[in-house]
């Protein structure tokens, strides 16, 4: 039996609405420009795809996601210079980035903790925080923790971890309480990452 072609552009465009900042009437519009510019787009995109779901997965070391098991960022020795950046996500990371300002390594947590959701630090990669700081030449800890509750909970935590072991910073002005670094702007990112302050 054949199956009927509309039924998988169907499927695609239910898949596309699944993504952030995507619902079905945006879904619909991506998927008929793709289809539209098959050869210019969709095949080549359908072919990057498949090769990022085989190859994709996160450093060892920090937890970025590269293709390898230690991400460019911790493979660049250029980078070693005793600061470590802790982020909550991947994309906080790209967006510290995207500003180009910082030049050390980075520690991705995997989200923050949280009580409602019954995370814990043994959810996180705080342990294995704690583990780089005594095992690199780290001197300065950054938490770039994003200024929500959950995310000062764990900035407070991971300094109760780390406090004597290593001088701690954390971003100041420019992050606005509630906000989040993937959606602030390099200008914001750089003035607070400049102006961070002991903790």
């Known amino acids: 039996m054949i199956k009927n072609s509309t039924t998988d552009i169907e ?11 995507l619902g079905p009437r945006s879904a619909r519009r991506a998927v008929l420009h793709l289809i539209r510019k098959r050869a210019l787009l969709l ?6 795809m498949s090769e990022v779901a085989a190859t994709a997965r996160e450093c060892l070391n920090c937890g970025n996601v590269g293709t390898g098991d230690l991400c ?19 994309s906080d ?22 009580a409602l959701d019954a995370v814990g630090p043994e959810d996180l990669r705080i342990p294995r925080l704690v583990d780089r700081v005594q095992s690199e ?12 509750i959950d995310g000062q ?20 002005q420019g992050v ?10 390099e200008g914001t990112i750089t003035a607070a990452l400049r102006a961070r302050k002991e903790i």
């Open 153 to 172: 909970t764990t900035a407070h935590y991971i300094a109760d971890q780390l406090i004597g072991q290593v001088r701690l910073t954390s971003l100041a």
């Open 137 to 148: 030449q780290v001197n300065e800890v950054i938490l770039a923790l994003n200024a929500t």
């Open 176 to 185: 606005p309480i509630g906000g989040e670094l993937d959606y602030l702007d």
């Open 43 to 48: 095949t080549p995109l359908a072919e990057t």
């Open 93 to 114: 990371l790209w967006a510290m980035e995207r500003a180009g300002v910082f030049k050390g390594r980075y520690h991705v947590l995997g989200g923050t903790l949280s």
């Open 11 to 21: 499927d695609l465009i239910a898949l596309m609405a699944k993504l952030p900042g």
């Open 72 to 90: 460019t960022i911790c493979e660049d020795m250029t980078r070693e210079n005793g600061e470590l950046c802790v982020v909550e996500d991947v």
